[in-house]
């Protein structure tokens, strides 16, 4: 009996957390379909503006080019932080050095120096580069990921040394090995690597608010928390909300794909 009560008492736990996770959604989705004043007082069910805020929302807005912007952004910092991190985690765990260790206490560390301490600094070098309101202002200082090149370093804890030395034997070099040894049993570390770079670039604000100043250059979160300004200060909380659920498409659609290898690289990463 006291096991049963028990076990209510942790399922409806998890029901409660996993409604107050699932409910910011789930308000988003049937906002969608309400005018801005019904959106305001609290309507919690479905309406029937869902067209019109979407109408709305193309005539209105930009979407189209920031949408763009954000995921050509996302892809670059995707694909290019994904191989720097493993190569440098590659290095670090693979080869022989006296100094790498320490190297590579000094990277794990520069992971407590918060953003707001590099943005002046980064700001004179993309002015000084020219770079200043071009997307490659906001891929490049995403390239080099910290916590990327420790999550790879973990997974490559567990790699057995011998295949590569195996390899190395037969005359492969050090990118042969790489691409055709190392990447195929680190799938799920790549696609977990995937997701969370994937991300943190296309949900970027910060950065990119203060590096991309022409319309014609913003991403998709500058849209949405600079709708107001293209409004004539009157928020239209029906086109943000259908504004959001386009956001949310492209992270729902990669980690739809890649969940299951998502959860073996995380697990993965971990036993080291």
Same mark, same amino acid.
């Given at each position: 009996?006291?096991?049963?009560?028990?076990?209510?008492?942790?399922?409806?736990?998890?029901?409660?957390?996993?409604?107050?996770?699932?409910?910011?959604?789930?308000?988003?989705?049937? %906002?969608?379909?309400?005018?801005?004043?019904?959106?305001? /007082?609290?309507?919690?069910?479905?309406?029937? #503006?869902?067209?019109?805020?979407?109408?709305?929302?193309?005539?209105?807005?930009?979407?189209?080019?920031?949408?763009?912007?954000? =995921?050509?952004?996302?892809?670059?910092?995707?694909?290019?932080?994904?191989?720097?991190?493993?190569?440098?985690?590659?290095?670090?765990?693979?080869?022989?050095?006296?100094?790498?260790?320490?190297?590579?206490?000094?990277?794990?560390?520069?992971?407590?120096?918060?953003?707001?301490?590099?943005?002046?600094?980064?700001?004179?070098?993309?002015?000084?580069?020219?770079?200043?309101?071009?997307?490659?202002?906001?891929?490049?200082?995403?390239?080099?990921?910290?916590?990327?090149?420790?999550?790879?370093?973990?997974?490559?804890?567990?790699?057995?040394?011998?295949?590569?030395?195996?390899?190395?034997?037969?005359? /492969?070099?050090?990118?042969?090995?790489?691409?055709?040894?190392?990447?195929?049993?680190?799938?799920? @570390?790549?696609?977990?690597?995937?997701?969370?770079?994937?991300?943190? /670039?296309?949900?970027?604000?910060?950065?990119? =608010?203060?590096?991309?100043?022409?319309?014609? #250059?913003?991403?998709?979160?500058? =849209?949405?928390?600079?709708?107001?300004? @293209?409004?004539?200060?009157?928020?239209?909380? %029906?086109?943000?909300?259908?504004?959001?659920?386009?956001? @949310?498409?492209?992270?729902?659609?990669?980690?739809?794909?890649?969940?299951?290898?998502?959860?073996?690289?995380?697990?993965?990463?971990?036993?080291?």
């Amino acid at each position: 009996m006291t096991s049963k009560v028990s076990s209510f008492f942790k399922y409806l736990f998890i029901i409660i957390c996993s409604f107050i996770s699932v409910f910011p959604f789930i308000w988003m989705i049937i %906002g969608s379909t309400n005018s801005s004043s019904q959106i305001i /007082a609290g309507k919690m069910s479905f309406g029937d #503006q869902f067209m019109n805020n979407w109408h709305h929302t193309f005539a209105q807005t930009a979407v189209v080019q920031d949408f763009w912007n954000s =995921l050509k952004i996302a892809v670059l910092v995707t694909v290019l932080s994904i191989i720097v991190s493993a190569l440098a985690a590659y290095g670090f765990q693979i080869y022989r050095s006296r100094g790498k260790n320490w190297i590579y206490s000094i990277f794990i560390a520069s992971m407590m120096i918060p953003f707001s301490v590099l943005m002046i600094p980064l700001y004179r070098m993309m002015t000084n580069f020219g770079l200043v309101n071009n997307a490659w202002a906001v891929v490049l200082p995403s390239i080099l990921s910290v916590f990327l090149i420790f999550f790879f370093h973990q997974s490559l804890e567990t790699f057995p040394i011998d295949t590569i030395e195996s390899a190395r034997i037969d005359g /492969a070099n050090e990118l042969k090995i790489f691409w055709s040894v190392v990447l195929p049993q680190l799938r799920s @570390t790549f696609a977990a690597a995937a997701i969370y770079s994937f991300m943190g /670039a296309w949900n970027n604000y910060m950065w990119p =608010l203060i590096v991309l100043q022409s319309d014609d #250059q913003k991403t998709l979160p500058l =849209l949405i928390s600079g709708l107001s300004a @293209t409004t004539n200060f009157s928020i239209d909380y %029906g086109i943000i909300m259908v504004l959001i659920i386009i956001s @949310t498409i492209p992270i729902f659609v990669i980690f739809l794909f890649l969940q299951k290898y998502f959860v073996q690289g995380m697990t993965g990463a971990n036993k080291g």
